[in-house]
Each structure stands twice: as C-alpha cells, then as structure tokens.
C-alpha cells in the first residue's frame, strides 16, 4: 500500500522558514523522481519543486527558485522542502507527489502571516 505523509507545515512570520517532510512507503523509493505541489485557497494546484531519483537533478517552480530547495534521503525514504524567506504568497496546503502511479499525500498547511 502507497503511502505519503506529509509534516512540518504550520503558521510562520514573512521572511521565516520551514522544513517540509514526506515519508514515503510502500514503493521502492529510491528509483522515482518526487515532486512537490501546492494549492492556494481558490487557485489550481501547481508543481513547486520535483528531484530525481538519486537526487543530482532539481527543477523548480520560478516563484520559489533561490528561496526553496528540495532534497532527499533515500535511506529513509523521504523527501524533504526547505523553504526560506517564505512570503505571504507562499501560503497554500503543500502536498508530496508521486508522479509515476499518481500518488498524492493528505497535504500539510503553510500559513504565512504577521
């Protein structure tokens, strides 16, 4: 059974940060490019950032180019989103995409607000 949890979102100031997390199971983890979504209330669900499989090749959404950078640890089948200099236009549940089986997580909230 696929699974994909997401964790670490939550409330942060502008110009903070936050570290996104997805364990993954139930696939061989290490063999898959991942991707990162997100969707802000009212707008369509657009990809942030996606890594390939043994993590040397990074590609990423322009709004969030030089602030984000996705990484991965296929030791413990996660997939991580380090998110710097968050703005209030960051704000949007963000969700962990397997793209091979069209997998998704139940998505974690970042809210980013003074």
């Known amino acids: 059974q696929v699974r994909l949890v997401e964790s670490g979102g939550g409330l942060v100031q502008p110009g903070g940060s936050l570290r996104l997390s997805c364990v993954a199971s139930?696939?061989?983890?290490?063999?898959?490019?991942m991707r990162w979504y997100r969707q802000a209330p009212g707008k369509k669900r657009e990809m942030v950032a996606a890594?390939?499989?043994?993590?040397?090749?990074?590609s990423y959404h322009d709004l969030v180019k030089d602030r984000f950078t996705i990484s991965r640890d296929n030791v413990q089948n996660t997939t991580y989103l380090q998110m710097n200099s968050l703005k209030y236009e960051d704000t949007a549940v963000y969700y962990c995409h397997w793209p091979n089986l069209d997998y998704w997580g139940q998505g974690t909230q970042v809210t980013v607000s003074s």
């Open positions: 890594i390939s499989s043994d993590g040397e090749h990074t």
């Open positions: 139930g696939f061989t983890f290490r063999k898959y490019l």
